[in-house]
């Protein structure tokens, strides 16, 4: 069970050897693959112990030190090497079979193409080395390959030679001039079309931009191009930062654990953040691309140039960068809708992670597998920390940190504190309490009393502060919380906006001078990870969706009506008496609709309401029947009593050629259609005229509420026009697994045997088994545990194909806290049958054990 070890973050040592440069000499030749590994070794500080290099699953040829073969040992993939030397040349050659590798780490095929995927330590499946982020090397990299099938042979850096090794092979040599670790080197050989552009840096440097896909692809790939120019120009003008090699590069490999890969100079993507055309992929997946190829981008200083001292370090970059990726995305589009989709992303699945078994700090403090600790906390969470930072120190002090960062780290690998110093010197702001949001798990609540004296005209807002435990056992203490309010008066009219600096256990804030007692707007823009609690009435919540200056207030509004009336109605079930929705509401929800002044894209984030998965996080214990019921009934209310103001918008929207207004037209179609069955006709129309896959989707969501005749024509159309486009089966496949309907499970065991379905791939999981796991909530949920039994049956078989795929669907299982009894006895004993597999793997040991520790 060694293998299945803790590492902790106490037990940091610097490395004892150091790596200065590479020689890769990579001969691709199927399962004859050879690698000549040729690295300068310094001995750091005084000690005689041996060179110890980390492998897994390769097949060690050769060990030769300064040219001559030596002594060696291989022990649990470790290569042990006993030198008296400071430094030296050591030569490793290793063979490999990428076809057989089906990790998807390291060296391994996607449809044809060698590729690989090194983060976080997959460089082991290459050769044997210093497999640590904290060991930075020049790396020159030279690949041979038959030129047939492989016209391309890509790695990091610029290529600096190329040319014919015999009439059927050949080969390139790339140097990348800047010192990185081995998580970021990459491999790329294959057949592709090519799409190419070029862009002018800040200070008139050319550089070449390469976008390769799959044949007959290429026209997808222009938007992904025009993102790359965007994100390039956007941290120049924001950051001032400048790319700085000859070339960058983008492959899509549609055989892809995660959505993309920051490879310095050579960026391996997911298809699905690659390839875009108006008939083929929705407006929300233009926007995911143009945040996923800035993300990547950002990466080049964030991530890259500055990088992490060790893996308990992620959120350095990852939370860093996925701010800025926030900040690209809201600089060039809706910083409100952006805004809302972040804070979406940490209310439905950040304070669950805090709330379950695998809670841990943006910066955890142990380990076992780490492929386990890419997540919403260390990257979402880590992202609203660094957002925190930003509001306490303001955009030019930020940016003077920034700048700080960069200057005093590039070339290095650092800590989450470097990162917090540099903050600190920059702006002369003491971040020493700050600095717990980094070492502290779980998802603090601050609860909000309010008094008015209107004799005195003295308002106080009262705030108390706690972080509920988490399974770490650590004491919780107070954090530095910047907490943002707008007061309104009676007229709806900006009485003060300030951010409160919220330090202490209790605290209040006194505002004097008011003549009556304001409607005070909460934690505006979600300006910190907490979990408010504050006995809003419906009169208030109305006030603040009409008047609020924020628009992203004037949605949480609509948010917190909407969960009233859900839990007012749960509360009626139990009781026995009849459900109702305050007309309050409904007039509310009306007047959002009607009102032709508001983003109509916002106007279709207050019409998302929100999701069982959503309402469940909002409580402790949920009774998940009479919570599903509640929900219906109150979606069907609004719906009916919205009918004809949402027809009058459907019928305007219409002939509206942008992304808000087919946003807000197929949430007035979904709603149309709660109201009235016979609006069907009215989506089978939208989805036969429809020149896009916006438009097509959407008109099939709406439907997606019941298993009806005309869905299921519509589906099958869809089926046959799509069968042979991954990408959009994999909508297709989401859409079966996201149906409520009892026959469910026993579909969905159907499709496991499509001809478009195959387990082997993240993509076709991910659209099938993980929405059936994290989106159909009822189903899952079954009370008969089916849906528990469905999702196990998966897991054994993804744990010894792709655990890390299986470690990501398996999270709904493990967070079974606020279930009942029942459930909770059947989630368990699927749990349990998991860890008794003789071959559990640790991506799935380590959250399996969890969870059942906590039970």
């Known amino acids: 069970m060694s293998q299945l070890e803790a590492k902790y973050l106490k037990d940091y040592q610097a490395p004892l050897f150091t790596i200065s440069h590479l020689d890769l000499v990579v001969n691709l030749a199927g399962a004859d693959t050879q690698v000549t590994a040729t690295s300068q070794v310094l001995r750091q500080g005084q000690h005689q112990q041996a060179l110890v290099l980390d492998g897994d699953d390769i097949n060690l040829k050769s060990v030769k030190v300064n040219g001559e073969e030596v002594d060696y040992q291989t022990i649990d993939g470790q290569l042990s090497v006993d030198s008296t030397l400071d430094a030296f040349e050591l030569e490793v050659v290793t063979q490999l079979d990428p076809e057989a590798n089906l990790s998807l780490e390291g060296l391994y095929m996607s449809d044809g193409a060698y590729c690989t995927q090194c983060e976080a330590e997959g460089f082991r499946r290459v050769t044997y080395f210093l497999d640590r982020p904290d060991v930075l090397a020049i790396y020159t990299v030279t690949i041979t390959a038959p030129k047939q099938g492989f016209p391309y042979l890509l790695s990091n850096g610029n290529l600096v030679e190329q040319g014919e090794v015999d009439a059927l092979h050949h080969y390139v040599k790339w140097h990348d001039p800047f010192p990185k670790p081995a998580y970021l080197f990459a491999l790329v050989a294959g057949d592709f079309d090519l799409l190419e552009d070029k862009y002018q840096t800040m200070s008139g440097r050319q550089v070449k931009l390469q976008v390769f896909v799959d044949k007959g692809n290429r026209h997808k790939a222009q938007h992904a191009i025009a993102s790359l120019k965007k994100s390039m120009a956007w941290d120049e003008s924001r950051f001032n930062l400048e790319y700085d090699l000859d070339i960058y590069m983008i492959v899509a490999v549609d055989f892809f654990n995660m959505g993309a890969m920051e490879n310095k100079g050579l960026n391996v993507f997911n298809t699905k953040y690659v390839l875009a055309d108006k008939r083929t992929a929705t407006d929300d997946d233009y926007h995911g691309i143009e945040s996923v190829v800035g993300h990547e981008y950002f990466h080049n200083w964030t991530g890259n140039r500055v990088t992490c001292r060790d893996w308990f370090q992620l959120s350095l970059k990852e939370g860093l960068t996925v701010f800025r990726d926030q900040e690209f995305s809201s600089d060039l589009g809706s910083r409100a809708v952006n805004r809302i989709h972040a804070i979406r992303v940490m209310k439905n699945q950040q304070f669950a992670e805090d709330a379950g078994p695998m809670a841990h700090p943006i910066r955890p403090a142990s380990v076992i597998e780490m492929n386990n600790f890419y997540t919403v906390t260390v990257y979402n969470k880590g992202a609203e920390v660094i957002r925190m930072i930003h509001t306490l120190l303001g955009e030019s002090r930020f940016q003077a940190g920034m700048a700080l960062y960069i200057e005093r780290h590039d070339g290095q690998a650092v800590t989450c504190d470097d990162f917090v110093g540099a903050m600190e010197s920059a702006s002369h702001v003491d971040l020493s309490q700050f600095r717990r949001w980094y070492r502290q798990a779980g998802t603090p609540v601050v609860t909000v009393t309010e008094d008015y004296d209107p004799a005195t005209g003295c308002y106080q807002l009262t705030l108390a502060q706690m972080t509920p435990q988490t399974p770490d056992k650590l004491d919780k203490r107070p954090l530095h919380i910047p907490f943002d309010i707008e007061l309104l008066s009676a007229d709806g009219e900006a009485i003060l906006s300030q951010v409160l600096d919220v330090k202490e256990s209790t605290q209040t804030f006194i505002f004097d001078g008011l003549s009556h007692q304001p409607v005070a707007s909460l934690l505006q823009n979600f300006s910190a990870p907490v979990r408010l609690k504050f006995d809003y009435s419906i009169e208030q919540l109305v006030h603040i969706m009409a008047f609020a200056t924020s628009e992203v207030a004037r949605w949480e509004a609509s948010v917190n009506l909407f969960s009233h009336a859900i839990w007012e109605n749960v509360a009626h079930l139990h009781s026995g008496t009849a459900m109702m929705l305050d007309p309050r509401i409904i007039d509310a929800f009306k007047g959002v609709i009607l009102n032709a002044a508001l983003d109509k894209a916002l106007v279709a984030e207050i019409l998302t309401l929100p999701s069982l998965s959503a309402l469940i996080e909002q409580v402790e214990q949920v009774d998940l029947d009479k919570l599903a019921v509640a929900r219906e009934f109150a979606i069907a ?43 069907q006709d009215i989506a089978a129309a939208q989805f036969n005229q429809a020149d896009n896959m916006t438009n097509s989707l959407g008109a099939l969501l709406a439907l997606n509420g019941e298993a009806s005749d005309v869905r299921q024509r519509l589906m099958t159309a869809f089926e046959q026009e799509w069968i042979d486009t991954p990408l959009v089966m994999d909508k297709w496949f989401s859409l079966q697994a996201a149906l409520n309907d009892k026959d469910c499970i026993a579909h969905l065991t159907v499709l496991l045997e499509h001809q478009a379905f195959s387990l082997s791939n993240p993509n076709r999981v991910r659209s099938l088994i993980g929405m059936f796991a994290s989106g159909n909530v009822e189903q899952f949920h079954r009370v008969d545990g089916k849906g528990y039994q469905f999702i196990t049956d998966i897991l054994v078989k993804l744990n010894s194909v792709n655990p890390q795929v299986a470690a990501r669907i398996i999270t709904p299982l493990i967070q079974f806290k606020k279930f009942d009894v029942e459930r909770q006895r059947l989630m368990k004993a699927s749990l349990q049958q998991l860890l008794d597999l003789p071959d559990l793997s640790k991506d799935l040991f380590e959250k399996v054990s969890k969870a059942l520790e906590m039970a």
Do not use: P
Request: aromatic content about 10%; glycine content about 2%; some cysteine.
């Open 637 to 679: 209310q609004i719906a009916q009593f919205c009918e004809d103001e949402l027809l009058v918008r459907f019928r305007e929207l219409e002939s509206m050629d942008d992304a808000g207004a087919r946003a807000f037209k197929n949430k007035c179609l979904a709603l149309l259609i709660q109201s009235n069955d016979l609006y």
